[in-house]
């Protein structure tokens, strides 16, 4: 019993880490939200300039007032469907941990939503889907309005052979 008291503490104290502001948005009528402190920016679409040989999620990179930055569909980095653009597809630029240090990176979403202050009661530990499927990506799911939002740790979305590429960009 004791074990299994002390093999909960580190989620507990895990889940109570999670706890605080999160932009949410959504993708494919889903809600996600992604921590605050890692969000740059939210812009409306930019021209995106393609890059050859990249994989298809990474739809090539803007200039953001003269700094070069990569930007990935995240619907497409997700493996759902292409959804055109329109007015209320928004690019959230991020910065997360590459591989020499911190790196910003556009990520395209359907819209955004809102910030909220998500209380740690009201998040709970991803799903188990079993091993076949990887999800962590998930820092946890929080129960809101009678739906769930999906956290995401925006670090490990981003962990891509990618990453390296687009690290000793000025």
Same mark, same amino acid.
């Given at each position: 019993?004791?074990?299994?008291a002390?093999?909960?503490?580190? %989620? ?7 706890a ?10 889903? =809600?996600?939200? !992604?921590?605050?402190?890692?969000i740059?920016?939210? !812009? ?9 040989q %990249? ?12 700094? @070069? ?11 759902? $469907? ?11 630029v991020?910065?997360?941990?590459? $591989? *020499? ?5 556009? *990520? @395209? ?8 202050? !998500? ?12 091993? $076949? ?16 939002? !999906?956290?995401? =740790?925006i670090? *490990? @979305?981003?962990?891509? =052979?990618? *990453?390296?590429?687009? =690290?000793?960009?000025?």
């Amino acid at each position: 019993m004791a074990e299994a008291a002390e093999a909960l503490a580190p %989620t507990a104290q895990t889940i109570e880490d999670l706890a605080g502001k999160y932009l949410t948005f959504t993708m494919a009528d889903e =809600d996600y939200g !992604i921590g605050i402190l890692k969000i740059k920016e939210i !812009i409306g679409m930019l021209p995106v300039t393609p890059v050859p040989q %990249t994989p298809g999620f990474l739809i090539g990179v803007i200039n953001l007032r003269g700094k @070069v930055i990569p930007v990935i569909d995240l619907r497409m980095r997700f493996g759902m $469907q292409f959804k055109e653009y329109n007015d209320r597809t928004c690019i959230i630029v991020v910065e997360y941990a590459g $591989q *020499t240090g911190t790196v910003m990176m556009g *990520t @395209v979403v359907d819209a955004v939503s809102e910030v909220l202050n !998500i209380k740690a009661g009201e998040i709970e530990p991803a799903p188990a889907f079993g091993a $076949q499927l990887k999800t962590d990506y998930i820092l946890g799911m929080a129960k809101m309005e009678g739906g769930v939002k !999906i956290l995401l =740790d925006i670090d *490990t @979305v981003l962990a891509t =052979d990618l *990453t390296a590429m687009f =690290d000793n960009m000025d």
